[in-house]
């Protein structure tokens, strides 16, 4: 699960596209991209939401 959310932080996929594809805060996907929030820290339903995303664009 933490390398297929950590492909899709690092794909050339808009942070605007992750955000309303998950349903995930766009601050949120930015600031995991960033390195502000680490991935340790992220909660589990965002952790599920952006797995899905990334499973469902085989990213």
Do not use: C
């Amino acid at each position: 699960m933490r390398q297929t959310i950590q492909n899709l932080l690092d794909s050339p996929i808009s942070t605007t596209t992750i955000a309303k594809g998950a349903d995930v805060p766009w601050s949120t996907v930015a600031d995991l991209r960033k390195g502000k929030t680490s991935m340790d820290k992220m909660a589990l339903l965002t952790a599920e939401k952006l797995y899905e995303f990334a499973t469902a664009n085989k990213q």
